[in-house]
Every structure is written in C-alpha cells, then in structure tokens.
C-alpha cells in the first residue's frame, strides 16, 4: 500500500505565504501524477493543481500565478507552494498520488490539511 503524509497547514494573513509538502511511501513501484485538491465547506472537493511524472504542471484557474507545484521523484514527494493568498482558498488541501504499487495503479490520498486565509 501507499501512505501519504501532509503538512504546512495553518493560519495565514491574506497576501501571506504557505508551502504544503506531500510524502509518499510504502511498496511504490512508480508514481505519475501528483497533484493538490481542496474542498471548502459545504463545497465539493475540486482540483488545484497537478503535476505530471515529467514536471508539466497544470492548474486550476483560480490559483494561476499564485501557486506553484513541484516535486522531487526521489524523494517521492510533490509541493504546492502558495502566495499571494485570498480567503476564498481557505480549504482543507488534499494530496493524491496515482501510483504503482502492488502490482496495480490506484488513486491515493492524504488525509487533509487545513488552510486558512483569514485577517
């Protein structure tokens, strides 16, 4: 199985600064996309950003030119670093991997971590 642990949550002043960090473990054979999802309350969870093995990010428009995603394959870990931050990104960040392990490809998650953009 995949484990993923997430951390650089918390509170920030709007316009201030955040770096969400995602690490992947277990009995990983390869990993392809990364990627960044948030749901507000009483919304659904919609995607922030991605980014594919080869480094070609994608992202929602909201967050274009505020955030960036990284990762580093050999740590097995993918970024999100955010500025510029708004209230209405206020979410909890989930973290999803697809990978290789056990012989099949799956969709995993972090268990969340919570953002919040509030003077």
């Known amino acids: 199985q995949v484990q993923l642990v997430e951390s650089g949550g918390g509170l920030v002043q709007p316009g201030g600064s955040l770096r969400l960090s995602c690490a992947a473990s277990?009995?990983?054979?390869?990993?392809?996309?990364m990627g960044w999802y948030r749901q507000a309350p009483g919304k659904q969870r919609d995607l922030v950003a991605t980014?594919?093995?080869?480094?070609?990010?994608n992202y929602a428009d909201s967050v274009k030119g505020r955030f960036t995603i990284s990762r580093d394959n050999a740590k097995n870990t993918v970024y999100l670093q955010m500025n510029s931050l708004k209230p209405e990104d206020t979410a909890v960040y989930y973290c999803?991997?697809?990978?290789?392990?056990?012989?099949?490809?799956?969709?995993?998650w972090g268990q969340g971590t919570q953002v919040t953009v509030s003077s």
């Open positions: 277990g009995s990983i054979l390869s990993i392809y996309t």
């Open positions: 980014i594919t093995l080869h480094g070609t990010p």
């Open positions: 999803n991997v697809r990978a290789l392990a056990a012989l099949r490809i799956d969709d995993y």
